[in-house]
């Protein structure tokens, strides 16, 4: 394969990412949640290192989320069958997921609830 140009990688990525909001339902629940806390930390002033939280758990969530799609796309390719190991895949990546929404849960209640209850 040759070189591509840093444009192209940044296409390639763009479109990977509008890919994955519509098509991909939990992608676009994952991406609305995010919408919500971002008016939510605009609404209660959020402070400079609260923000910084915000934004690395939203990422989080968002980039695992994608890279569970990518699995789950890798393995359909794979196996167009029933096999074990890849339902463990497919599991394990969608135990991240929900390791990583859980953690932004706990995220949010840490960040809103201190403001919510002044």
Not at 4 to 29: D, H, K, Q, W
Not at 69 to 92: C, F, M, R, S
Request: net charge positive; with cysteine.
């Amino acid at each position: 394969m040759g070189k591509t140009s840093l444009r192209s990688s940044f296409s390639y990525a763009i479109v990977g990412i509008i890919y994955a909001l519509v098509r991909e339902r939990n992608m676009r629940i994952h991406f609305l949640a995010a919408c919500a806390a971002v008016a939510l930390g605009i609404w209660l002033d959020i402070s400079r290192m609260e923000w910084g939280l915000l934004s690395l758990t939203i990422t989080l969530v968002i980039a695992v989320e994608m890279v569970n799609t990518a699995v789950e796309k890798t393995v359909d390719i794979i196996t167009g069958e029933y096999h074990p190991l890849a339902k463990a895949a497919k599991n394990v990546a969608a135990g991240a997921v929900l390791l990583t929404a859980i953690n932004a849960l706990v995220m949010a209640y840490i960040i809103f609830v201190p403001h919510l209850l002044r």
